[in-house]
């Protein structure tokens, strides 16, 4: 089995296009070069860059938490992860996912105040929307 494949069966959300999967170590490098670059750090709020530890350790401990699940967004045609941005808010809507809140300009970047926006999916709203039995 391929690793696109293996990613496919794993797919947790699918849309026409890309489809969204539980974040990987192999996804390692690229979630580090994303965070690194200045433009991504100011919007998604982080301030610094981070180190390919501190990468690790947000991985292991986003696997481990819970309360909330992490994705990966996945190119359909080729398997590739692409980044996030605002046209990943509006994936999240179409699929389902609600804007659970916004903290209004709780982060500043390149001379500007900017919103971080929490987005969250209930259980059964998932499952009302794409008709899933059972406990997910």
Do not use: C
Not at 30 to 55: C, F, M, Q, T, Y
Not at 80 to 97: D, M, S
């Amino acid at each position: 089995m391929t690793q696109e494949e293996s990613d496919r069966r794993a797919a947790f959300l699918i849309g026409e296009r890309v489809y969204l999967r539980p974040m990987e170590p192999e996804d390692l490098p690229l979630i580090r070069k994303w965070v690194n670059d200045p433009e991504i750090r100011g919007l998604i709020g982080e301030a610094l860059p981070s180190s390919r530890a501190s990468v690790e350790e947000h991985l292991e401990a986003i696997r481990k938490d819970r309360d909330r699940v992490w994705f990966s967004i996945v190119l359909k045609e080729d398997g590739r992860v692409v980044g996030f941005n605002q046209k990943a808010l509006r994936f999240y809507e179409k699929v389902g996912f609600k804007r659970e809140g916004v903290w209004r300009e709780s982060y500043y970047y390149n001379h500007t105040f900017h919103d971080f926006v929490m987005m969250s999916i209930l259980e059964d709203e998932f499952r009302a929307l794409h008709k899933v039995a059972g406990r997910i």
